[in-house]
Structures are given as structure tokens and as C-alpha cells.
């Protein structure tokens, strides 16, 4: 009830639309009802004029004018089924799919607002799997199951009274069912939803294993690793195979059974309703019109049991949507702030774990402003993350990190990062053309600034040799263009943003000799006046820096300039 409940926070928006096709699906239902005591009444008028035929009553024949109004009553009653079916779809589907629209966007936003930390937990297709697959079920099992859920049970309603009209033992007798089947499904339930939620979870974590394999196919492939890829899937595969058959065999049961107790209460109706019309208490038309309300009764209990898979497959979507909802946000409470770097960045007893394994161990470290810093030392040292807490993808367990004196805790992450340019050893390009992928660094910068960013990265000359120059499209992996190259358009994208803080991260590890002097060149100039921050393992990267700052082991063992000797034998140690 809670997962529905948060759930119609999407469908309220649209609760006239959802209300429109009720009162259509209640329009059908009252047509659906009254049209087989209209059915029975033509019956019984035939039969009558027959007998009276048969046993030579004077003026007997068949009483056209009667038969032909019952024949324009059903006749309207179609038709108004028909238009009230119409509108049933077209208000239901407009609410439903506007609603998953709106559900869509906001787990994207979601996703946007949750920390870094949940993606180390959770892998990519994983998340992926809640907006694509998740959503998806839902809004089929939404659109399929809705309005039959709606339309049985008023056609139960409706399919009662109208037996009760004509006999009340038989009705009595019908009602056998609904007990029956609840327990018939309650039963089946309690087993099946718990393979439904196994199914989602092993859908999920299917698409999470095509993703990375996918993404590392060269890797695979370079290995050899071919043939344990393939197991991995597969007995990813094999699971969810086993599951999914599982819950639909067990769903499927309850239609059988249900089915069973039907017959067996028909043929019970049959005799009884052939003693009465016998004995004279019931007409042939009275009979007929109570066999077809018998099927009003079974009709919504056998719908759930055939709709029972989807049923569960979306309550169980629904489970996973909703539990995404409610992750714990990245909290910013604090106003807006302008930040700006005149002064310094000090690190103050700084401490950070992951989990519960501390990988930043009270480490202090004074920045002035315009200052370039060389963090250097070996991998796993804790250089990668001291850049992620002054970003704040993760926020320190003690200790403070402060820009001219103020916490960066106190400052919106939207606010703080703002100041920042990031390039990282992982280049990443999306499928489009490169005048848009540098562009994407200020989509308020002109045409010439771009060319300006592009030929300080020194990438303007490699775009000019391309056919189509800077509209050359850079295809979805980003593999029609050399790493190097790669690297040189998310420098010239940093540059165009104009940083007031530069984060190199391994910028360099990925280019040649070659493109590296360019590289050197270019940041000489990028450098020059701005607070910047290099990881790095080549010593002509951290030679020029204004400080040198050494970790290891998630401390800050030395600190200094290239020219000193003592921090160029610690830096050479931590760099080999």
C-alpha cells in the first residue's frame, strides 16, 4: 500500500483523465449487464410465439414488432459499448503513459541527486534496468490489467444483482466461486510473487553484466577471456530463466483451477435451472440470461488469474522503483553561494573511509591561490579520493577541507563544483560531432572561443586534417579517433570553461611522447595564474609545479618543490 501510494503521486496529475475512463468502463459494464436480460427477453418471446404456433392458439405468429424493439434496444446498448470501449483507451492510455513519462524523468532526477557512493554498490545497468525495464512493466501491466480490475468488479457487482433478480438459491450457489477462487489465488500468490521479485532482480542484474561486458569487450577479448564471459552470462541467464518459469508456471495454475470450480458450479446451475423451467418457476430466457451473469462472475476472477503474472511482475517493478525514490539524496541545505578562490585551499586533519577501511589519514595541506600542486605517489595512495572530497562526491569523516576560510560542507555541490574544471585518465566523449563535445564545456561560449579552447589544447590542428573538421562526428564509443585525441578534446572542453580550479587527473597517461610536448606546451599557458591540481606519474608533468605534495598510505609524508632534492628522490619513489 505504501508503493501505491507514492505511486499515485505521478497518476494525481491526471486523475480526470483516469476518472473519465472510469465512468466508461462503469458506461460498458451497465451495457454488459442489462444487454443479456434484453438477450434473455428476445428468447423467451420466440419461444413463446412458438409454442403458441405449435399448439395451434388462435392468431398466433411471431410478434415482429416486439422482436425488432428488443432488437433496437440491444442494438443502442452495442453501440454505446462500443463508444464508451473507445474512450476507455484513449483517456486511460493518454493518463497512464503521461504518468510513466512523468515517473521517468523523475528517477533520472533522482539518479542525479544520489551520491557517488551508490553507484560503488550498485552497478550501471542495474540502475539503467529501473527507468528502461522497471518503468516499462509497470506501464504494460498499468495499461493491460487497469481497466479489466475496474470493469470485473463492477461486472461482478452488476452480474450479482442481476442474478438475484431471477433466482436466489442459484445465486447463492454461483457465489461459491469468489470465495473458492480468492483462496485458490491467495495461495498461489504467496509462492509465485516471491520468484516475480527474483525475476526483476536477476533481469536487472543481467543487464548489468551485458553492460560491463559490453563495455570491456577489448579487454575480454585481449585476455581471452571470452569463454568465462560467456559462463558469467549464462548462468546469470540460466537464473533468470529458471525464475521466470517458475513464477509463470505458478501463475498460470490459477486460471485451471478457478476454471474447474467454474464448470463444476455451471453443470450444478444447469440442473437446477432445467428443474425449474421444467416445474414452470423459471422461463427458457430467465435461464439463458442467468448462465451468461454466471460468466460475469467467473469472467473477473479467471482476468486476475491470467493477468496474475503481470500483476505481480509490475508490483514487484514497483518494489524497485519505489525503494530507488526513497535512496538517501545528497543534502545541500545551505543558500546559494558565490565562490571564488583569492586566498588558499587548506586541507585540516583531513580523514576519509570507505566502508570501514580509512584511506585519508589526517593529512594537512596549505594551497595558495594560483598555485599549481603536483599530488604524487603510488596507486592506492589516496590521490584520486583527496580530489574527490574537495569536489565532494564524498564528504570527509573528520577534518575540514576550506576555500579562503569557508568549509566547502556550507556550500551547495552545485555552487562548488561550478569552480572546477576536471580532466580525467578516462576520457569521456559522447556520439556527436567535436564542435559540440568541446562546446559542451560552456554551452554559452561563442564559435570563436571554442576554436580558441581547441587551439590551446593544441587539438586544432588533428581537427583541420579530419574531412568534415570540427563537424567530424565522434561515433558512440569514441573509437574513430585516437586516445591521445580524446584526451586533447577533454582538455580543450576544460579550457573552455574557464576554470578557476584545474584538476588533472593522469591527463597525460594516454598520450604519446608527441602529443604530450603539445600537451606541455598547452598547459603552460592553461596553468599559468589558475589554482591547479595534478595526479600524475611522469616526471615531466610534475617538474614545473609550484608544489610538489607526496602520499602515501593516505598520508602526506613530504611536501616541496622539484628543485629540492629531497622532495625529487621521495617524488621518484612514490612515481616508480
Known sequence: ???????????????????????????????????????????????????????????????????????????????????????????????????????????????????????????????LSYITNDVDTLSTALQQTLSELIRGSLMLILGIIMMLRINVTMTLLVLLIIPLGLIITRIDIHFSQAKFNAQQEKLAELNGTITEIYTGYKEIMLFNKQESAIAQFESINKELKDNAFMAQFLSSIISPCISLVTYIIIGSIGFMGCMNVMNGTMLVGELQAFVRYIWNVNDPISQVSQLSSQI??????????????????????????????????????????????????????????????????????????????????????????????KDIKDIPRDDLRKMFGLVLQETWLFHGSIYDNIHYGRLDAPYEEVHKAAKEAYVDAFIHTLPQGYDTIINEDANNISQGEKQLLTIARAILKDPQILILDEATSSVDTRLEQMLQKAMNNVLRNRTSFVIAHRLSTIKNADLIAVIHNGQLIEQGTHEQKWILRTTLQCTI
Open 1 to 127: 500500500m505504501d508503493n501505491i501510494k507514492q505511486l499515485w503521486q505521478f497518476l494525481k496529475p491526471y486523475k480526470w483523465h483516469f476518472i473519465t475512463a472510469i465512468l466508461m468502463i462503469i458506461t460498458t459494464c451497465f451495457c454488459l449487464s442489462i444487454a443479456p436480460n434484453f438477450e434473455g427477453n428476445l428468447t423467451s418471446l420466440l419461444m413463446a410465439n412458438a409454442t403458441d404456433i405449435i399448439n395451434g392458439v388462435d392468431n398466433a405468429h411471431v410478434d415482429f414488432d416486439a422482436f425488432f424493439n428488443i432488437v433496437k434496444i440491444l442494438m443502442s446498448i452495442y453501440i454505446l459499448k462500443t463508444i464508451s470501449q473507445a474512450l476507455t483507451t484513449i483517456t486511460l492510455t493518454h493518463s497512464i503513459q503521461s504518468s510513466m513519462h512523468d515517473l521517468r524523468n523523475a528517477l533520472l532526477e533522482k539518479v542525479r541527486k544520489l551520491p557517488v557512493s551508490y553507484f560503488d554498490k550498485h552497478q550501471y545497468g542495474d540502475v
Open 312 to 405: 505481480q511482475s509490475a508490483f514487484a517493478a514497483m518494489h524497485r522503483i519505489v525503494t530507488l525514490l526513497n535512496e538517501e539524496e545528497e543534502c545541500d541545505n545551505h543558500e546559494s553561494y558565490n565562490v571564488s578562490i583569492n586566498q588558499s585551499i587548506d586541507f585540516h586533519d583531513l580523514s576519509f573511509s570507505y566502508e570501514q577501511t580509512e584511506v585519508i589519514h589526517h593529512l594537512d595541506l596549505h594551497v595558495k591561490s594560483g598555485q599549481t600542486v603536483a599530488i604524487v605517489g603510488p596507486t592506492g595512495s589516496g590521490k584520486t579520493t583527496l580530489i574527490s572530497l574537495l569536489l565532494r562526491f564524498y564528504d570527509s569523516d573528520s577534518g575540514a577541507i576550506t576555500i579562503d576560510g
